[in-house]
């Protein structure tokens, strides 16, 4: 130990100072807190009630078709909310995900002539190289993550609709794995797309929580500057993710396809915004730095219930989209106040 | 004759969370008078001033302004109760014109200018953008935006810290016609000769209350410095004697050495070099270059001329991984730049360990377990608010700064103010803690703005002044002779 | 310049600051509008290439530029002065269909008059919408982006409840007043320039205007500087209210009608954005104006007009799009970076 010892020994509005700072931190963390620290007890909550409520409209719900509609729906939802929780935790979001996902069906499709495995590589390498476009613009030119892959999927948008007519032309035939695993059934009520989305689930909820590359994400969502300061070079982490993002896009647009046994330039472009809600209403800030996957699996399966009691409401397609909003804007409030992670107002 | 007081506060206290700024300040200000408030660095000058101007609001205590009871809750209030600020920050939005920030505040232009013209700025371009004007302009400019308001106090917040010397003389010729008016400046500096020749009165604030009250020509450069550091000062000295004579032998080799390091404007030829075993001490008043020095040390910033040298390998340093990966870490002085506020005691204190993409995989457990537990319990942070640093105290926040670093090991650290705004308890465990890993073997480089820290821990001391080192001086030198050091007053030869 | 008698000694030896030099006239008219200057003299560009394909350019061809602008123009305005405050808005292309669907709910069967009024109530109507909108985000402290997003269901939804089939049966009357006959350009031109003149200038003059600027330059300023931030930030919201109002009774008056078609929406979002950011404003706020995204709406326009001329694929249009976007906003960022960094 050093030689210098404490000399002047604190005065008494200093020790009460101290006092007052060890007693605010021993103090047992309210209800609030612990919800925040738990969201996804909260959201299992808000789907048992919201599944209870869907069945008393629609009791196909108990069946065992019923759940695996459910589940079928939710997975391609769930795969491009993965890469939307990524993109966020880092802050930033990735809307090029359903064009993306458009165009690795497509490649998979036009390359079924040569055989399987080739045809799946190409498209995952879609994605990927799609990624790794939007995570050297954004990490390396600091291009706004938002304008980014707008811009990326308006060009995606262009490359297949003019390919359609030349380079991407001819075969339009699902593979057929991926028709099995997009539209099978595993066991029961358990589609064969569930065996992709559990793998991909481990993979990220693991992931985020204990390794090395999941520690940089939230840091790097959470404050850059420290990141820098540690040694942490941001582009990297934001290369990787962007990356990622692609491919996880890649594997949704495929299962999707192979639900539909179809492909289709903008097929899966009406899951874009949703998988936005998903994350948000999964307790992801799109500030960065807070959140997981095991939250926006819950919020995809929220969405897909609700959007099936919205169904069996016997109201019209405007009211539900009138209801789909303000309970994806509910939900984002009352989290936000749960969590207290509001955007600060003002200067002082 | 009791001359009623222009401006009067009593007992008013602010706290943020845990950290309180002000405990209770008397402050009392007379019509014709040039008033200084003073005091070291996080005495609470800055909080004072913000209620002052109702920027923030006090938690306790009053305010009267000629006898009358205030309430300030917002800008606009001190304005209407006749208080104008000019800010350490310039307050102008940058991007646009000068003359459209007039027109944002309501405030009368003609008047503006000629105040400007009064202070023989008249030629200045009212329709320039903000971002092309020289600070010390805006400065003047923010000045005379306060003067048009024709305030009956007029509050000068470090003004003439960004000003060259003709135009700190124009700012003191303003306060002499405020005075003059039977009016009254409230004037903050660091720099004691201004304080003394054109101050009728000074107050000086230490840890949150006002410890002194005296004509400052009278009391002198001694008195206000005795009162800036309080009585601590005398005992501090003599404990730093005995610890320098105890202090264990330093290697030959310099683990760090900066050479004729050049940085824009900051920072002009500054050449230190700090050996295994020792803790060099830099002292500066605010703004001398010491931030930009510490960004080049750290490779946060490039320099623009000289070259550093990490351990006898002379570095290159485009990003701080480069000297991190060298062993040269860096505590810095805003602990919202060093840590990550919604992730875990244990995020933090690992987030170096995966600065290279090789470690990026899986992460083992119990090893990473090991690690953190060591720096926790060698810094005994308190654990029991450990799911997010944004919710510790200042003193666990900095403990947690300076743990992540020791979980990875280092051989230079670099710690700026790292005592600020922390209780006295921690204060000393990171005293223990420099002088105990100096002892291992480390070289620390110390910037800190309370001076006796530097007898207190430091080997010897650099002080910088205007981006060079103008003195070297040894542990033992006292406060003074650092303190007119920095001041400028006078160059002690190394 | 005087010098002063130094009053601390020793403090400096009759050394005088001199003034800045000031910027130069040209130099600040470049900063100020060299950016619109810029996208003015592609617009130019583009123009003659168009008029170089066509056999014939007159007023037929102009009028299809100009009607086929004008609803985007008026929406790039809605998100730039979002933009400018420092926001975004992912709900301005809904907000312009909703505004189409309630016009073209209210105005068949009504003389002119009749239209105007039905106008300007639903300018009224959208411009409420959007302060709801503004308030909800300044009150709850969810992020812009999210809560836009959210409104942007709901305001499709509300498009499909006040219109559940594409209708038509506006006035002729009130078409050629907004959109002008087949040959005639003007009325087009003038609304958009109109607008510009009538609802944006004043508001860039006025205190409010300022406010909105320095909100997006630089936050803490403008609360030193006696900002209101939270009203401020509601208003600048409801400024884009009326002008995506504007847009939506544009796309009612060029034709003819409405449809509650949400992808129309959402591109129009998309375009919007892309037009704000080509047009100069910044995406951190402060920067730029609305002639730019005006003009830059037009030369988003032409580009897949001149890509059919060249007999390319129109769809690559799309890819030019995206391109432009994204190769716009790294210069700029990487342009901004260099003036923001201190020498």
């Excluded at chain 2, 005691?345 to 090893?367: K, Q, S, Y």
């Excluded at chain 2, 020791?406 to 921690?426: S, Y």
Aim: glycine letters at 10%; a positive charge.
């Amino acid at each position: 130990m050093s030689d210098v010892t404490p000399i002047a020994a604190a005065t008494t509005e200093e020790s009460t100072q101290v006092v007052a700072e060890i007693v605010r931190e021993t103090v047992r963390p309210g209800w609030r807190t612990r919800l925040a620290e738990q969201p996804a007890l909260v959201l299992a909550g808000v789907l048992v009630v919201l599944y209870a409520v869907t069945v008393w409209k629609d009791d196909s719900l108990l069946t065992v078709n019923g759940v695996r509609s459910i589940l079928l729906l939710a997975c391609p939802l769930a795969v491009f909310a993965a890469s939307q929780t990524l993109c966020m935790l880092t802050g930033g979001v990735d809307l090029s995900v359903a064009m993306t996902a458009n165009f690795a069906a497509y490649v998979a499709a036009n390359q079924s002539g040569r055989g399987p495995w080739i045809a799946l590589a190409m498209a995952l390498g879609v994605g990927v190289g799609v990624g790794a476009v939007n995570g050297l613009a954004v990490g390396v030119f600091k291009v706004n993550p938002l304008i980014m892959t707008i811009g990326m999927a308006s060009v995606l948008l262009g490359v297949v609709t003019v390919g359609l007519r030349g380079w991407l032309a001819g075969s339009t035939d699902v593979l057929d794995v991926v028709r099995t695993v997009g539209s099978g059934t595993l066991i029961g009520p358990l589609p064969t797309n569930l065996l992709v989305w559990t793998g991909i689930s481990l993979v990220l909820v693991l992931g985020l929580r204990s390794s090395g590359l999941g520690r940089v994400i939230y840091a790097v969502g959470d404050n850059q500057i420290a990141c820098r300061l540690a040694g942490v070079r941001v582009w990297q982490v934001l290369l990787a993710v962007y990356v990622l993002s692609g491919l996880l896009a890649a594997i949704g647009g495929l299962l999707f396809s192979g639900t539909t046994g179809s492909v289709g330039v903008d097929q899966t472009n009406s899951y874009l915004l949703p998988s936005v809600a998903a994350t948000v209403i999964g307790g992801t800030s799109i500030l960065g730095g807070t959140g997981g996957y095991t939250g926006t699996i819950l919020g995809a399966l929220i969405l897909t219930v609700l959007n099936r009691l919205l169904l069996r409401l016997e109201v019209s397609e405007a009211f539900r989209q009138i209801l789909y909003g303000l309970i994806v804007l509910a939900l984002a409030w009352s989290y936000v106040r749960l969590t207290g992670q509001k955007v600060r107002e003002g200067g002082g | 004759m009791t001359t009623p007081l222009l401006l009067e506060t009593s007992a008013v206290a602010k706290a943020f969370g845990a950290v309180v700024a002000l405990r209770a300040v008397d402050l009392r200000v007379r019509p014709g008078e040039v008033h200084a408030l003073l005091g070291a660095n996080g005495a609470g000058k800055s909080t004072l001033v913000k209620i002052l101007t109702g920027v923030l609001r006090a938690d306790a205590g009053a305010i009267a302004i000629h006898g009358r009871p205030v309430a300030l809750r917002r800008p606009a209030d001190a304005q209407g109760h006749g208080l104008a600020p000019v800010f350490q920050d310039p307050a102008m939005a940058p991007d646009l014109s000068v003359a459209e920030n007039l027109r944002l505040t309501r405030v009368d232009v003609p008047a503006v200018r000629r105040h400007l013209s009064d202070m023989d700025l008249g030629q200045l371009d009212l329709g320039e953008q903000v971002r092309d004007v020289p600070l010390p302009f805006l400065r003047m400019l923010d000045l005379a935006r306060a003067l048009a308001f024709d305030p009956q106090l007029l509050v000068l917040d470090e003004i003439t810290a960004a000003l060259p010397p003709d135009l700190s003389e124009r700012v003191f010729a303003v306060m002499r016609r405020w005075k003059e008016r039977d009016r009254a400046v409230l004037f903050i500096s660091h720099r004691l000769a201004e304080v003394r020749a054109h101050c009728d009165m000074c107050t000086v604030l230490r840890d949150g209350r006002d410890v002194a009250s005296f004509v400052p020509a009278e009391g002198g450069e001694g008195q206000i410095v005795a009162a800036m550091l309080g009585e601590a000062a005398t005992v501090v000295r003599e404990e730093a004697r005995t610890r320098s004579a105890t202090a264990v032998d330093v290697g030959d080799t310099a683990l760090l050495e900066a050479r004729n390091i050049g940085a824009g404007r900051h920072l002009e030829d500054v050449s230190l070099a700090v050996r295994a075993g020792e803790v060099l001490g830099l002292a500066a008043l605010e703004g001398q270059g010491q931030d930009v020095l510490f960004d080049v040390l750290s490779g946060n910033r490039k320099a623009d001329r000289g070259e550093l040298v990490v351990d006898g390998v002379t570095v290159k340093a485009h990003h701080p991984f480069d000297v991190i990966r060298r062993g040269v870490v860096l505590v810095p002085s805003d602990r919202l730049q060093a840590l990550l506020p919604q992730r875990s005691i244990r995020e933090n204190i690992a987030a170096p360990l995966f600065n290279r993409v090789t470690r990026w995989g899986p992460i083992n457990g119990r090893e990473e377990g090991r690690r953190i537990d060591e720096a926790v319990q060698r810094l005994s942070i308190d654990t029991r608010a450990a799911s997010q640093v944004r919710r510790l105290s200042g003193g666990n926040q900095q403990k947690v700064t300076i743990a992540r670093w020791l979980a990875r090991g280092l051989k230079v650290m670099l710690l700026f103010d790292p005592t600020r705004g922390i209780d006295v308890g921690t204060k000393h465990q990171v005293y223990d803690l420099v002088r105990a890993l100096a002892d291992e073997g480390a070289a620390i480089v110390m910037f800190t703005s309370e001076l006796r820290e530097i007898g207190l821990v430091c080997d010897r001391s650099a002080v910088l002044h205007n981006g060079r080192i103008v003195a070297e001086l040894p542990a033992d030198a006292g406060e003074s002779a650092l303190l007119r050091a920095a001041h400028g007053l006078e160059t002690v030869p190394a | 310049m005087t010098t002063v008698e130094p009053t601390v000694p020793g403090s400096y030896d009759g050394f005088a600051t001199s003034l800045p030099t000031p910027t130069s006239r040209w130099s600040r008219l470049a900063r100020r509008q060299g950016w619109t200057a810029g996208v003015a003299a592609l617009l130019a560009v583009l123009l003659v290439w168009r008029v170089s394909q066509l056999p014939k350019f007159g007023a037929f061809e102009i009028r299809t530029i100009t009607a086929g602008t004008m609803t985007l123009a008026l929406l790039a305005m809605a998100q730039g002065v979002i933009v400018i405050s420092g926001g975004i808005d992912l709900s301005v292309g809904s907000m312009m269909v909703f505004g189409n669907c309630l016009s073209a709910l209210w105005m068949p069967d009504r003389g002119l008059a009749g239209c105007l009024l039905v106008a300007v109530a639903v300018i009224a109507i959208t411009a409420a919408l959007a302060t709801l909108i503004g308030a909800i985000i300044t009150a709850s402290g969810v992020p812009d982006i999210i809560v836009t997003l959210a409104a942007s269901f709901v305001l499709a939804g509300m498009a499909l409840w006040v219109l559940d089939a594409p209708r038509s049966g506006v006035s002729a009357d009130f078409q050629r007043l907004v959109a002008g006959r087949l040959d005639n350009p003007w009325p087009s031109v003038l609304w958009i320039g109109g607008v510009l003149l009538v609802l944006w200038l004043p508001l860039r003059r006025s205190r409010l205007g300022l406010a909105i600027y320095a909100l997006g330059s630089d936050r803490k300023a403008a609360f030193l500087s006696g900002v209101q931030i939270a009203w401020t930030r509601v208003l600048a919201y409801t400024a884009g209210g009326v002008f995506s109002g504007c847009a939506g009774v544009a796309l009612t008056a060029s034709t003819g009608g409405g449809g509650p078609l949400a992808s129309t929406g959402t591109t129009a979002t998309l375009n919007s954005v892309a037009a704000v950011v080509l047009g100069g404003v910044a995406l951190t706020g402060g920067i730029g104006g609305l002639v730019g995204p005006v003009l830059a709406a037009l030369c988003l326009t032409l580009i897949p007009a001149i890509m059919l001329g060249l007999g390319w694929d129109p769809s690559n249009a799309e890819t030019a799009r995206g391109v432009i976007i994204i190769l716009v906003v790294a210069v700029a960022g990487l342009l901004q970076l260099r003036r923001t960094r201190p020498s």
